[in-house]
């Protein structure tokens, strides 16, 4: 069952309960009654399905309160030694990010969580060492806690569409990728990462059996395979190319001055036919020039480590 199914099933259990206690007053009885009537008409419930709840609301948000307050108590008690022991700790890792001694940074960031386990940004940082590692499961579930312990953590939602991405989970991504660009709308990289992924959503739809663990597409440094590559991977670019070509072929002796506007023909209807599309073979294009070094990130933008 869907966990907004569980939550209305919880929330008309409590509204019946608060029925049959008789504290209330006619009218507002009637609007309660509207209410759970409303609610299960909502959630296709049926009447009698939120009699079997066997966990009160009430219940789970006294629970609740109390964890917070715990945590809140714990919080208040980490001592200011502490916490600037795990800040130096966060710059060790920062530091072994940058030379990519991977493993020896998730190790200091490990230590910083120990020592203060309130600080988003340890998480986030430990997330992008996982990430560089392989470790896309490590890196979503240090990205959540992130995110739980700060909403409105943008390089957070970044990252956790990155790992997505790796897992090639693009429905995921993409409403990562999304959230980080309403929270930081100006953040270029954020923006190239959800056109990227909105690409990929649409041109690996029938992509799924390969493996994450498969080398990415664009390893090859070989522009001409890269090319051919793609134009088998987006039928629509072999389309428009095909076309194009068919074009220049029945111009006779004015086919070389056609030839030469191919190029930027290409791209005219390209961007006509699916912009995300050549947003995301621009990025494939400049990561396969790297001679001899796989993209680190297949294409996509991540930001550093946050000092």
């Given at each position: ?28 009885l ?28 009430e219940?789970l ?38 030379v ?20 988003p ?50 429905h995921k ?63 629509e ?42 947003d ?17 990130h297949n294409?996509y ?7």
């Amino acid at each position: 069952m869907e966990d907004k199914k569980k939550v209305a099933l919880l929330i008309v259990n409590h509204l019946k309960t608060q029925l049959s206690n008789g504290s209330f007053t006619d009218e507002s009885l009637e609007s309660m009654e509207v209410a759970v009537q409303c609610i299960e008409s909502a959630y296709n419930l049926n009447p009698t399905e939120s009699d079997s709840v066997d966990v009160k609301l009430e219940k789970l948000v006294k629970d609740y309160y109390k964890v917070k307050e715990h945590k809140e108590n714990i919080k208040a008690e980490i001592s200011q030694a502490h916490k600037d022991e795990a800040e130096n700790y966060k710059k060790y890792g920062n530091d072994f990010m940058k030379v990519q001694d991977n493993d020896k940074a998730i190790d200091a960031y490990t230590i910083s969580i120990k020592l203060n386990p309130f600080n988003p940004i340890y998480y986030c940082n430990r997330a992008a060492a996982f990430n560089a590692i392989g470790k896309y499961n490590n890196a979503i579930e240090d990205c959540q806690k992130a995110i739980e312990l700060d909403p409105t953590y943008c390089k957070a939602y970044c990252r956790l569409g990155l790992a997505f991405s790796y897992l090639k989970d693009y429905h995921k991504a993409v409403s990562c990728y999304k959230k980080a660009c309403e929270l930081d709308p100006n953040n270029q990289g954020y923006q190239r990462n959800y056109q990227l992924t909105l690409n990929n959503l649409q041109t690996n739809s029938g992509a799924s059996s390969q493996s994450p663990n498969d080398p990415p597409i664009m390893a090859t440094p070989n522009l001409m395979e890269t090319a051919a590559r793609i134009m088998t991977d987006n039928p629509e670019v072999s389309s428009v190319i095909n076309n194009i070509l068919g074009d220049v072929t029945n111009s006779g002796s004015e086919g070389l001055d056609r030839l030469m506007q191919v190029g930027q023909t290409i791209v005219t209807r390209l961007q006509t036919a699916n912009p995300n599309l050549l947003d995301g073979l621009r990025m494939q294009f400049q990561n396969a020039q790297n001679e001899g070094q796989p993209p680190p990130h297949n294409g996509y933008h991540d930001d550093e480590p946050q000092p």
